[in-house]
């Protein structure tokens, strides 16, 4: 979090306001979050000649091999049927435009020219849809993301603290 504040901070000048503003910082989080476990995974090189043929224990395994954790593939499904019941109760001329670019990743002309409609029509409705969709998964969530991720009292101030003193210490 406290090199999340420091990217925004330093990068507040590029926000322009196209989207909400905490739409423009969880992006920023997840990107921080991101380069995070780059630096942080373990990396193991790999050398044909001190290869040691009796070690079965030391093969490499590839990226995304390792069996999911059962939380995380709960919290995949309940998401999942957020979703579906989201995107069940659109009406039946937003969720077929939605379905169309989102499931079958069918262009905004692709779409306009199979529903005989005008390319800007496909775009409201796409835009319509997304934005139910948002409120009716924020319904669901209870709070929205404030509720999941508060930022309030002693640990925000105490992170805003280290924030500053980094940034006086990047200044100079």
Known sequence: M??????AFTKLDSFRAES???TWITRIAI????????RV???EEYDTVSEDQNAPDSILSFPGQHPNRPEAALGRAQVRGFLESAVAHLPP?????????EAENMSILAIARDLSLNPITVKTRLFRARRRLRIA???RIQGGFDA????DGERCADMADRVAAELRVRTH
Request: aromatic share 14%; glycine share 0%; hydrophobic share 40%.
């Open 93 to 101: 001329d937003l969720r077929l435009p939605f379905l169309m670019r």
């Open 31 to 38: 990107n921080t979050a991101r380069m995070h476990l780059r």
């Open 20 to 22: 909400r503003f905490s």
């Open 137 to 139: 998964l924020e319904e």
């Open 41 to 43: 995974l373990p990396q």
């Open 2 to 7: 406290q090199e999340t504040y420091l990217n």
């Open 148 to 151: 999941i991720f508060p930022f």
